[in-house]
């Protein structure tokens, strides 16, 4: 039986509390289920800049290496420095952010399900940043042909296996960014060609913002630039009731990271009331993915429970703070886990 040997990273603010949460659901899985889990704690981010003087040290790096894939907690101001980092080096070229309407969570619209394939490698966030001068910083866009080609495959290729909408939308700011975003909208355009299947539009970056309030249900597959990518996921989390309920995953060809779309949200740390849920998706998105990976049917089965025990919960109102209700973070981690 094969074990899976997966990486997780507490972090930082509210992430020891939701890594705590995603740690017992998967060693729960562990023991009532046939998948099989080897866990290896290690430490990335503020916490570990300020034990080891380095965000990621190097015997974490080794830990990831040895992984088959790794669950990450949100990380403090030294995000940069492990997120941005871990990305490039194991080339995880694609962030996918789901945005789905759940039970019970006042939201703008009940019928979103959309998903954001964000390019992950390039654009702003190389951090090629300089002064021009004493007082003017040039910043570099880099979009190249190579990740664009790569990003828009991902994102048709997700179209095609998602429900029934089958729909790619591409975001840009073509009518600016002539050189870099017509780049990447014209890839997306030719790549949209081997794909007749799948309804292919484009749309600039403003409407697009616009269009995920006016009309959210619309969408099926956003596919976008770095920087308009991390805004856009962001706001569809919003969409559909608040970053607690955001996972994502930054997928490779061989390796994949798995994370909650938000960020280490100090002010609520420590107080027992962050939704452990986009973790909690988070991990069925790592389930997913692995099962692809092994071919194993039996991960996907915990994957969907994982949903399904989410959903079960919001029916019957039992919800964190942030989305309207009342458990605590470990209260709504301990019904969860009693589904099992
Ligand atoms: P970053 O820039 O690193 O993404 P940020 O400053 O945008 O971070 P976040 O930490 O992402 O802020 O969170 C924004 C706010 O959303 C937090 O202040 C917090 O109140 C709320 N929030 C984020 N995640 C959760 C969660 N899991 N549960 C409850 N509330 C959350």
Redesign the pocket.
């Known amino acids: 039986m094969t074990k899976y040997n997966i990486a997780l990273i507490p972090g930082d603010?509210?992430g020891p509390e939701?890594m705590s949460s995603a740690k017992m659901l998967l060693e729960s899985i562990n023991d009532k289920t046939s998948v099989k889990f080897s866990l290896t704690e290690v430490d990335a981010g503020d916490n570990a800049l300020s034990k080891f003087g380095k965000a990621l040290p190097d015997f974490t790096l080794d830990a990831i290496k040895k992984s088959d894939a790794c669950l990450k907690a949100?990380v403090g101001e030294s995000?940069a420095d492990v997120i941005i980092v871990l990305r490039r080096l194991f080339d995880l070229y694609a962030n996918i952010r789901p945005a789905k309407s759940f039970p019970n969570i006042k939201s703008i619209s009940e019928n979103v399900d959309l998903v954001t394939v964000r390019e992950n490698t390039e654009d702003v966030y190389l951090g090629w940043e300089f002064y021009a001068n004493s007082d003017t910083v040039v910043a570099l866009r880099v979009i190249s042909e190579k990740a664009s080609r790569r990003i828009a495959e991902y994102a048709f290729k997700t179209a095609v296996m998602r429900g029934e909408k089958k729909k790619v939308v591409s975001v840009h700011k073509a009518n600016v960014l002539r050189k870099s975003d017509g780049l990447f909208k014209n890839i997306c355009r030719d790549v949209s060609t081997e794909f007749p299947q799948i309804e292919y539009s484009e749309l600039y970056v403003d409407a697009c913002a616009m269009n995920l309030i006016r009309n959210p249900e619309s969408f099926d597959v956003i596919v976008t630039t770095n920087l308009f990518g991390d805004i856009l996921s962001?706001e569809a989390a919003q969409v559909v009731g608040?970053?607690?309920m955001g996972p994502a995953g930054n997928i490779g060809e061989n390796f994949s990271l798995f994370e909650?779309v938000?960020?280490?949200?100090?002010?609520?740390a420590g107080k027992n009331?962050?939704?452990?849920c986009?973790i909690f998706l988070s991990t069925k998105m790592m389930l997913d993915w692995l099962g692809e990976k092994f071919k194993d049917p039996l991960l996907f089965t915990e994957a969907i429970k994982i949903e399904n025990a989410i959903v079960s919960l919001l029916k019957q109102n039992y919800k964190?703070?942030?989305i309207g209700g009342k458990l605590s973070t470990s209260e709504f981690t301990r019904m969860l886990l009693d589904i099992w």
């Open positions: 603010g509210i939701l949100p995000a962001d608040g970053l607690g909650p938000h960020g280490a949200a100090f002010d609520i009331i962050a939704n452990p986009s964190t703070i942030d």
